[in-house]
């Protein structure tokens, strides 16, 4: 029996891009997801439509981002803007959809239960209302509104491929007015609708991620090729190194 169609939905800025790290991406998802039914959605601005267009099992959303806000992250209020320009489209089609990174790369075998685990980063989070990190006064900011609605405060940015429901996804955006107002959705969606849960607490002895947040990190990136389903990066963690490692198991993959 086929699967249900699963969109695979990735917010994209092409001007923020480091190197090939969303072909990377998206030969991940290609290579190493085990679901018959699915499709890339990419959508943002400065889309490579030139490498993408006409395939069937990616779609290409080009929309401009939305404009800083005072107070805001504007990352933040171009993803809820992004997922209501999906959302608008393809909803009728999908219970829900998968949001994942440019950034994140899957290198062994996953099925729609691996991303559907809940995982969490830390047992908790702060942030910091002051920083001149737009992400940091988000964090603060959301830590703020879990902490005014009695909800628990897991802080669930693991930078992995998660499952959201639409109407759950578009209660919170509606409760929160996160269309006007920045916060880590995350941290709002899954503290309020999976608290009774337990989350599976990454921590470098599970099956999921390597997190390749500094260039020291890159010494663990070989053993991660065999025992991990996602490696992912940060922005300091980048470079070319990676990308040549990465390619060189898509490749082998190939033969």
Request: with cysteine.
């Amino acid at each position: 029996m086929k699967d249900d169609l699963c969109l695979v939905v990735i917010p994209y800025y092409g001007a923020g891009a480091q190197g090939h790290e969303l072909d990377l991406a998206i030969t991940g998802w290609f290579t190493h997801f085990c679901h018959s039914n699915f499709k890339i959605v990419l959508v943002g601005e400065g889309l490579p439509h030139q490498r993408y267009a006409g395939r069937e099992d990616i779609i290409l959303i080009e929309r401009k981002r939305v404009e800083g806000k005072p107070g805001s992250y504007r990352q933040h209020l171009d993803y809820v803007e992004c997922f209501m320009d999906v959302y608008m489209r393809y909803h009728h089609q999908t219970k829900g959809f998968i949001f994942t990174a440019d950034d994140c790369y899957a290198v062994n075998d996953f099925d729609l239960a691996d991303v559907q685990v809940l995982k969490a980063h830390a047992p908790e989070f702060t942030g910091d209302p002051v920083s001149a990190n737009g992400w940091k006064r988000d964090m603060a900011k959301t830590r703020v509104l879990l902490d005014r609605e009695s909800m628990p405060c897991v802080n669930f940015t693991t930078h992995l491929p998660q499952w959201y429901d639409w109407d759950k996804l578009l209660m919170i955006y509606g409760l929160y007015d996160m269309r006007q107002e920045s916060y880590v959705f995350e941290n709002i969606y899954f503290n309020q609708f999976c608290s009774r849960r337990i989350p599976e607490m990454l921590g470098g002895q599970d099956r999921y991620r390597l997190g390749v947040w500094s260039k020291d990190d890159m010494l663990k990136v070989p053993d991660a090729l065999k025992s991990k389903i996602w490696i992912t990066n940060s922005v300091a963690g980048w470079c070319r190194e990676l990308e040549e490692i990465l390619e060189r198991h898509y490749e082998d993959c190939r033969l």
